[in-house]
C-alpha cells in the first residue's frame, strides 16, 4: 500500500470543523478503548495521542494521564483540537507522520491511538517504532480498522468495475498479531469486533466517508475517472445490501488491542 500522505493530511484538515458531527462510529470504538484503559487499570505519567484528530478522544486522556501529547499528521485537525483545549488539559500539540516519530527512546508510558494507523505504509515498523518509544512496562493501547471494513461498498464497486480499487485494503487481523508479537509485544488484550453504520442511500455514505476525510484510496499506480455508468452500476449493486428497515449497512470491522512491553524489573 501507498499512501499520498499529503493529500490525507490536507483532506482531514478541511474535514475537522465537520468531522465530530459525522464521527459516530469513530466516537464508538474510541468510547470502548476509555472502557479499555480503565478495566487494564491505565495510569500513566507521559501518554502520547497519535492521530489526535478533533482531540475530542484526547481530552477523555485525561483520567489516565499525568501529561498528555496530540500528535496528528494534519494540521487543521491540530488546531481544532487545539482550540477545543480551553482548560489546557493537553500539554504539547506536535504536527507530525507516526512513520517519522519526533521522540526519544522510552519517552512513554502509555501510547494510545484509535483509528488513524490505517493510513501507514509499513504497519510493523510503527509497532517498532512504538515499542522503542514506550518504557519497560509501558502499554500501546489502540484500535485500528481491519480487513471486511465497508465490504459492502468493496463488494458493489468490484461488480460495477473489477479493475480498478475504490475502497482501501485493510490490514488482516492475523498480520497486526503476527506483527505486535514480533516487535516484543504481550497482547493482555486483543479483540476483535464488527460495527455496522446504516443509511438511507449509498450517496449518504459517501458524502459522511468524505467529511470524515477518509474517502482516499491508497495509489496502486493507476488513475481513472469514474463514468458515470459505472457509478450507476455500483449504486444498483449496493441494493442487495438494503435491509427488512429499509436501511443500507456499512460494516466497520476492527480490533481492539492493548500491547504491553515486558517490564524489565
Not at 517504532?129 to 468493496?154: A, C, M
Not at 480498478?164 to 497486526?176: L, M, P, Q, S, T
Request: hydrophobic share 45%; glycine share 4%; charged share 15%.
Amino acid at each position: 500500500m501507498s499512501v499520498n500522505k499529503k493529500a490525507v493530511a490536507q483532506s482531514f484538515s478541511r474535514a475537522a470543523p465537520q468531522y465530530d458531527q459525522v464521527a459516530h462510529v469513530q466516537k464508538q470504538v474510541g468510547q470502548a478503548l476509555l472502557d479499555l484503559l480503565q478495566q487494564q487499570n491505565v495510569l500513566a505519567r507521559n501518554a502520547l495521542d497519535i492521530g489526535c484528530g478533533t482531540g475530542w478522544l484526547t481530552l477523555h486522556l485525561q483520567p489516565f494521564a499525568k501529561h498528555i501529547t496530540a500528535l496528528d499528521l494534519a494540521p487543521g485537525m491540530l488546531a481544532y483540537a487545539k482550540q477545543r483545549d480551553r482548560q489546557n488539559i493537553i500539554g504539547e500539540f506536535i504536527c507530525a507522520d507516526v512513520e517519522s516519530l519526533p521522540f526519544s527512546a522510552q519517552q512513554y508510558d502509555l501510547i494510545f491511538s484509535s483509528f488513524a494507523l490505517q493510513w501507514c505504509d509499513d504497519i510493523k515498523a510503527v509497532f517498532a517504532d512504538i515499542y522503542n518509544l514506550l518504557q519497560p512496562g509501558g502499554r500501546f493501547v489502540f484500535s485500528i480498522p481491519v480487513e471486511n471494513t465497508l465490504n459492502e461498498l468493496k463488494q458493489s464497486w468490484a461488480q460495477a468495475e473489477a479493475q480498478h480499487a475504490h475502497v482501501n485494503e485493510f490490514c488482516k487481523v492475523a498480520d497486526i498479531q503476527t506483527a505486535l508479537n514480533q516487535v516484543g509485544f504481550s497482547l493482555p488484550f486483543f479483540d476483535e469486533r464488527i460495527t455496522p453504520a446504516y443509511y438511507q442511500s449509498v450517496r449518504e455514505l459517501m458524502t459522511e466517508l468524505k467529511t470524515l476525510g477518509a474517502h482516499h484510496v491508497a495509489e496502486n499506480g493507476t488513475t481513472s475517472l469514474t463514468g458515470k455508468n459505472t457509478i450507476a452500476k455500483m449504486l444498483e449493486a449496493y441494493e442487495q445490501f438494503r435491509n427488512a428497515d429499509g436501511l443500507l449497512p456499512a460494516s466497520w470491522h476492527f480490533i481492539l488491542v492493548c500491547a504491553q512491553k515486558p517490564d524489565t524489573n
